[in-house]
């Protein structure tokens, strides 16, 4: 059974329509990267299954159990959308870290709001998650004293310390400069070797070609072409996607 079942889901903005009907399953561990050119949808279509956004028609699945039905929206209590999120967690590409905390206080805040086990608990969880992405020098730093790399490593870990099924990141490295880039790539690599199930919107293309188990490329609001690294990006079908790749790999 796919951890996540994503059917027919659509969106509008006003007169635009953004999302025009996708679907795709993921595997418990799978790596999915999405790619395509700004304005194909990628980050509208993460902003709904994070119910930032609510989709006008579709519906998706977490391990089995619909989390979310667009014909039936209305019976969805704000509790129950509290705890469908909780399902995903969602790492920003322009960190969004709470500035007056310190890491420590970041990443135990949402678990102890939550109520996710005891004080103690929470803490050493977040220790050790402070410590798997390599901040432990850090950990009564704050924001403002942290590189971005280092930033958005704690975002990582603060969307961790949720253990949420599907760990969703929108163009994680899109804010940094190429000497940062790569601690997070090689963070979200390590996250893979755990078994980490993850949705990756990226414009690094080595990264999705080198660490993905399934390929997603969008154009318009819609999939154009998916499937494994070797399928998408060594023997693409669409013409959208070689002129898309075309572009894109000259600048590796």
């Keep these: 059974m796919p951890i996540l079942e994503v059917n027919n889901i659509k969106k509008h903005f006003g007169k635009t329509e953004v999302l025009k009907g996708i679907t795709f399953s993921l595997e ?26 609510t989709a006008d028609e579709g519906s998706f699945s977490v391990a089995g159990k619909t989390v979310f039905n667009a014909a039936d929206t209305s019976t969805l209590s704000e ?60 950990i009564r730093n704050y924001p403002c004293e942290l590189s971005g790399g280092q930033q958005q490593r704690v975002a990582i870990a603060r969307a961790l310390a949720m ?51 399934k390929v997603i490329f969008m154009a318009d609001g819609v999939i154009e072409e998916s499937g494994t690294p070797e399928e998408v990006f060594g023997h693409p079908k669409s013409e959208k996607t070689r002129a898309f790749l075309s572009t894109s790999l000259e600048k590796i």
């Design 28 to 53: 418990k561990g799978e790596v999915l990267s999405i790619i395509g050119s700004s304005g194909s949808g990628k980050t509208t279509l993460l902003r709904c299954l994070n119910f930032l956004e």
């Design 163 to 213: 253990e949420p099924d599907i760990l969703c990141f929108d163009e994680p490295t899109s804010a940094l400069d190429p000497a940062l880039t790569g601690e997070v790539l090689r963070v979200i690599k390590d996250l893979k070797s755990g078994d980490s199930t993850m949705i990756v919107v990226t414009h690094e293309m080595e990264f999705a070609r080198g660490v993905s188990d």
């Design 79 to 138: 509790a129950e959308i509290r705890r469908n999120r909780l399902h995903f967690g969602l790492v920003f590409q322009s960190f969004n870290l709470f500035p007056q905390y310190n890491i420590l206080k970041n990443i135990t805040l949402a678990p102890t709001l939550a109520k996710c086990g005891t004080p103690e608990e929470i803490d050493q969880k977040a220790r050790a998650l402070i410590e798997r992405v390599g901040l432990t020098d850090k």
